[in-house]
């Protein structure tokens, strides 16, 4: 029997981002600003999961997120837990919570909204959280969660 | 208001909508008064309105005021491909004020947030107008001697028409009953009757067009277009439906007025143009005393 084998390896400090969405695993790298810091990171994409059929998980060392930062994945993955990690233990657990304003992650879902036509960073306040739903700044129309576009 | 924009009828609270009919109401008794000399206003009209421009730069010439600008996209450098930023930019550099008019959504709340002078709003796209909703409480309250706890009937194109959005959420300040009277295509939309439920506002809604008119202090009439319906025929069957008639007002309140906020095709029948309830003219009209008030506020100069 061989033992069991942590799939992405640990970290000594740092955050762990768990149950991220598969399709998603870019997008939050995206969103997070990883692919542009030197930290050491290691993911895993399309790995089993019990709450999800495919998840994702990033380990970025020596970075510990502002709430602020962190929540900007809400929308697309609700569900993501985070680990903060210190001398190879979990010393805090977080879950993410949408913010009351979205700027620049969402495209507005109006084909006529001046954000689709001109280059200008979109921003929503969030009027439904539990089925996502974002008035634009701008035209004043809802984007619903079916529509929901990530940047 | 001074330095304030206008792009959403929302921008404005209760107080100062209130001011600006009394403001109006000011201009209407003594229009000529030269309050904006010595002061530029752009006229960006990327697309044309023929109707809101004339209105805007006869009331910036009621108060001595310069206009510059352009009537339609294709005399502005935007065919060169300048982006609104920098034609808001610039231009903002020139004037005192801008007025402006763009076939895109949210245009002006953009051109709002570039500008270092305030801007208003004639019409972004689909989404707001603000101007034709102040003129139209003008006109309601010129009419009805108050805006409080009238029976407002709206007609016609519930759902695209942006002026009756506007208009709605505006005078829900002032505790009205609203009817609604739409064909199934083109009812009101739930989130307004949700606005109106959470503010607890009385509304009834109707597909027939009856003598439920006979309870109407304010008629408010819309175009219905051919082409907001998907299936030609349904447009054949409610085209005549919802046509205003001169018998219709017989047994109609002595206060009812008749708004549409023009151009009108059918919907209104020429047989009503006659009839002292028949307002849309007059209310046209107010536009100008609306917008000499507005220009006026914003700037500080009332």
């Known amino acids: 029997m061989s033992k069991r084998k942590l799939k992405v390896s640990a970290i000594k400090n740092g955050t762990v981002i768990d149950h991220i969405p598969a399709n998603y695993l870019f997008k939050v790298i995206s969103i997070l600003g990883l692919d542009k810091i030197p930290n050491q990171i290691t993911f895993g994409n399309n790995l089993e999961s019990h709450k999800l059929i495919h998840k994702a998980i990033i380990k970025v060392s020596d970075k510990f997120f502002e709430d602020k930062e962190i929540n900007k994945i809400a929308l697309i993955a609700p569900a993501a837990k985070l680990n903060i990690i210190r001398d190879y233990e979990v010393v805090e657990k977080k879950v993410v919570n949408v913010l009351e304003e979205v700027i620049g992650i969402v495209k507005c879902f109006n084909p006529m909204c001046i954000t689709n036509n001109e280059q200008i960073t979109t921003k929503f306040t969030v009027v439904s959280k539990k089925e996502i739903a974002l008035k634009c700044h701008y035209c004043e129309k809802i984007t619903s969660e079916e529509h929901l576009t990530i940047i | ?302």
């Open chain 2, 1 to 302: 208001m001074k330095g304030k924009s206008l792009v959403s009828i929302s921008d404005f609270s209760k107080e100062e909508i209130l001011e600006i009919v009394k403001l109006a109401a000011d201009f209407e008794a003594n229009p000529s008064q030269s309050l904006l000399k010595g002061k530029v206003v752009s006229s960006l009209f990327f697309e044309p309105s023929t109707r809101t421009r004339l209105s805007f730069e006869t009331a910036i010439n009621r108060l001595s005021g310069s206009v510059v600008g352009f009537t339609d996209s294709s005399s502005s450098s935007t065919t060169k491909g300048e982006t609104l930023k920098d034609t808001i930019k610039m231009v903002s550099n020139y004037s005192d004020l801008i007025v402006m008019r763009h076939p895109l959504e949210g245009s002006a709340r953009y051109a709002a947030e570039q500008s270092d002078v305030p801007v208003i709003n004639a019409g972004d796209g689909a989404n707001q107008h603000p101007t034709q909703t102040l003129l139209d409480i003008y006109s309601i309250y010129k009419t009805q001697g108050t805006l409080e706890d009238l029976n407002i009937f709206l007609v016609g194109d519930l759902k695209y028409g942006r002026t009756v959005h506007s208009l709605l959420m505006a005078m829900s300040m002032f505790n009205p009953i609203f009817n609604f009277i739409a064909p199934e295509e083109l009812k009101i939309p739930d989130e307004y009757k949700l606005f109106l439920d959470s503010k607890g506002i009385r509304y009834f809604e109707h597909s027939e067009f009856t003598d439920i008119i006979s309870e109407a202090d304010i008629l408010y009439m819309t175009r219905v277009q051919r082409e907001r319906f998907s299936d030609p025929i349904e447009y054949e069957k409610v085209k005549n439906v919802y046509v205003l008639r001169n018998s219709m007002l017989d047994n109609t309140k002595d206060n009812l007025r008749i708004l549409h906020p023009l151009p009108r095709v059918n919907e209104i029948h020429t047989d009503v143009d006659d009839n002292p309830k028949a307002y849309y003219f007059t209310q046209a009209q107010n536009g100008v005393y609306t917008r000499m008030a507005i220009m006026a506020a914003i700037l500080g100069l009332k």
